[in-house]
């Protein structure tokens, strides 16, 4: 192996490295734990190390959420196969979307919460993130009907279950419903 490959492994490996602790401290303690120093002293390295592979913790939490878009579809894929019909697809994505963001709130925090330098819903945005939301529109798509935009079709559901992950998340929606709540979603808006 040339000295070159093993130094750029040695990179991909340092910033996995960096982007794991981070998950898991904002998964721990939240994003405000989250510092450079902090970072430096979990992988063991110095604060320069850090900064030769992240500009800082907004651009370290760009990484973090890009992985976690990547995860979160994944999880979406895995939803539709089982599901027959419009609305068994809507519900069993919905379901895991939430069910998602329940289980990795830090994470969810970084890709859809927190202000991050990634560009979304354009073709410059990374690939997990497109992915992400190819699968929203795969389950979406059986609901369109004539005059409908499909891309603004899943926005809107996806704004839906952010709007219920969210609210749910910071106490303003009792949890007891979600079920209800997401129930009500899905019959509503594959109606059609």
Not at 69 to 89: I, K, Q, W
Not at 143 to 153: I, Y
Not at 176 to 188: C, K, N, P, T, V
Request: with cysteine.
């Amino acid at each position: 192996m040339s000295i070159q490959r093993r130094r750029e492994r040695e990179r991909a490996e340092r910033e996995k490295l960096i982007v794991t602790a981070a998950r898991g401290l904002a998964e721990a303690e939240g994003w405000g734990a989250v510092t450079t120093r902090r970072l430096a002293a979990e992988i063991e390295y110095s604060q320069p190390v850090l900064y030769s592979h992240f500009k800082g913790k907004d651009a370290i939490m760009a990484a973090v959420a890009v992985e976690g878009c990547a995860e979160l579809a994944a999880v979406l894929r895995a939803a539709r196969p089982a599901a027959e019909g419009a609305r068994d697809g809507l519900a069993a994505v919905g379901e895991a979307y939430t069910a998602f963001a329940r289980r990795r709130p830090a994470l969810y925090d970084a890709m859809f919460t927190h202000a991050v330098d990634l560009p979304f819903a354009t073709p410059e945005a990374p690939a997990a993130l497109r992915d992400a939301f190819d699968e929203l529109v795969e389950a979406v798509e059986p609901a369109v009907t004539e005059g409908d935009d499909p891309g603004l079709l899943t926005e809107t559901y996806w704004a839906s279950l952010h709007g219920l992950v969210t609210l749910t998340h910071s106490g303003r929606l009792p949890a007891g419903a979600h079920s209800r709540r997401l129930e009500l979603l899905i019959g509503h808006f594959a109606a059609g």
